[in-house]
C-alpha cells in the first residue's frame, strides 16, 4: 500500500489525506505553497527540448495555495472513529477489545433525550452495553472510567489514517492537546 500525502492549508491546518499521485497534480499545477518531511517519491515525465528528462517530487506533507480554513472542524461521528479514539477501551470495564466485540453507548441514552455526540457516546463491550440498558451510568451504578470529548482537527486525522508516516504523525502529533486519549 502506497503511502498517503497529508495535504494542509496555508494556516497548517490538515486538509486532507491524497494519493501520491493527486500529490503530483498539486506539484504540476503548481499549487504547493510549501512542503516539509520526508521525500516520498519522484515521478518521471519526458524529455524536454534540450535532452533533460522531467522530474516531480513530493514530500509527504503539502500546503496546498489558496486554502484556508474558516471554520472549527468537528468530525462526523462514525464507530470506527469512536474506537479509535477509546483506544477501543470498554469505558466501564476498562478492557481492550477486538473491533467485532464493541458498540457504542450513549451515556445519556438518546430514548431519554441524549444526543448522538462525541461528548455523548463512549466505547463499550457488548456485556457492559447490555447490562447499562437504557440507563446512565449512575442509574446502572456503572461509572464512567473515561471523558468522551470531540477529536481536535489533528486528532480525527490521526483517526481516520491507519499507516501515517513518522513525520506526518509527528507534524500530527504537535497539534493534540495534551489531554488527548492518544497520548496515553
Request: aromatic share 8%.
Amino acid at each position: 500500500m502506497q503511502p498517503l500525502v497529508l495535504t494542509l492549508d496555508m494556516a497548517g491546518l490538515p486538509q486532507g489525506w491524497v494519493a501520491l499521485e493527486e500529490a503530483i497534480t498539486y506539484h504540476a499545477k503548481q499549487l504547493v505553497a510549501w512542503s516539509m518531511g520526508d521525500l516520498l517519491a519522484e515521478f518521471h515525465g519526458g524529455y524536454q527540448n534540450n535532452g533533460a528528462r522531467s522530474c516531480i517530487a513530493t514530500k509527504s506533507i503539502l500546503a496546498i495555495k489558496g486554502s484556508i480554513t474558516r471554520h472549527a472542524h468537528t468530525p462526523g461521528l462514525t464507530n470506527p472513529l469512536l474506537f479509535a479514539r477509546d483506544r477501543q477501551l470498554c469505558a466501564y470495564c476498562g478492557q481492550q477489545f477486538v473491533l467485532r466485540d464493541l458498540s457504542r453507548d450513549h451515556v445519556a441514552p438518546v430514548s431519554k433525550g441524549g444526543k448522538d455526540s462525541w461528548t455523548n457516546s463512549v466505547t463499550a463491550c457488548r456485556h457492559c452495553n447490555t447490562r447499562k440498558a437504557n440507563r446512565t451510568p449512575e442509574q446502572a451504578g456503572m461509572p464512567l472510567l473515561y471523558v468522551p470529548y470531540v477529536p481536535n482537527r489533528h486528532e480525527h486525522f490521526i483517526l481516520r489514517n491507519r499507516y501515517i508516516l513518522a513525520d506526518q504523525m509527528e507534524y500530527l502529533m504537535a497539534g493534540v492537546p495534551k489531554t488527548s486519549r492518544l497520548l496515553g
